[in-house]
């Protein structure tokens, strides 16, 4: 039998997890598809209690500006949760095709750098939740367990929490957190993946 390339081997997780909602298969196979296919999605056996995770790694792609190049890495818990835990992850991945952009953060310290990460994440979640919810899920199944946090950072959500109005669409979203994020003196740079995509 002739062997499963490495995407496609993705793709059959990806689908594997996302059960047997279509809508969650549907997202998976576009973010797929329009990720240039890679989209690499790990399912780690140890420690399945873990926080899912993504990471997106740009530097190659601001160089070469092709999709292909973003090394996008889902981390996927084999939990009671993976199905809502992936359609999470999934959906933060979602911004870039809608059009919202990623920050770069420069950071000397960790507690900035995890500031700065945290702003981000719940900023992104306000977007997120909508669809999130119009899949069916409930809302309360959208976080999985994390924490603790210090108070700095609690402080930190519940500012981000008030701007929600703010961050439903891109270019509002845009300003919002980059002053928000230049209010607590991080240092960073907008970038529009989207737009910086080059045409296929
Ligand atoms: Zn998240």
New binding site residues.
């Given amino acids: 039998m002739p062997e499963v390339p490495f995407e496609e081997q993705n793709l059959s997780s990806l689908l594997e997890i996302a059960g047997h909602s279509f809508k969650a298969r549907l997202l998976a196979c576009s973010l797929w598809e329009f990720f240039d296919r890679k989209l690499v999605c790990r399912r780690p056996s140890v420690d399945i209690d873990h926080p899912n995770s993504f990471h997106i790694e740009i530097e190659k792609f601001l160089r070469s500006k092709n999709v292909g190049d973003l090394q996008l890495h889902l981390v996927i818990r084999r939990n009671r949760r993976q199905e809502t835990g992936l359609v ?2 999934l959906l ?1 991945l979602n911004l870039i095709p809608l059009g919202f952009p990623t920050f770069r953060i420069w950071a000397d310290d960790d507690e900035t750098w995890n500031l700065a990460g945290g702003i981000i ?1 719940n900023a ?2 306000v977007p997120m939740l909508r669809t999130f919810i119009s899949f069916g899920y409930p809302e309360s199944e959208f976080l999985g367990p994390s924490g603790p946090y210090s108070v700095r950072e609690l402080d930190t959500f519940d500012d981000i929490a008030g701007l929600s109005s703010r961050l439903i669409e891109p270019a509002s979203y845009a300003l919002a957190v980059g002053s928000y994020l230049a209010k607590r003196s991080i240092r960073h740079e907008i970038v529009w993946i989207a737009k910086t995509v080059a045409p296929r």
């Fill in positions: 999470h992850e933060h994440n992104e979640h």
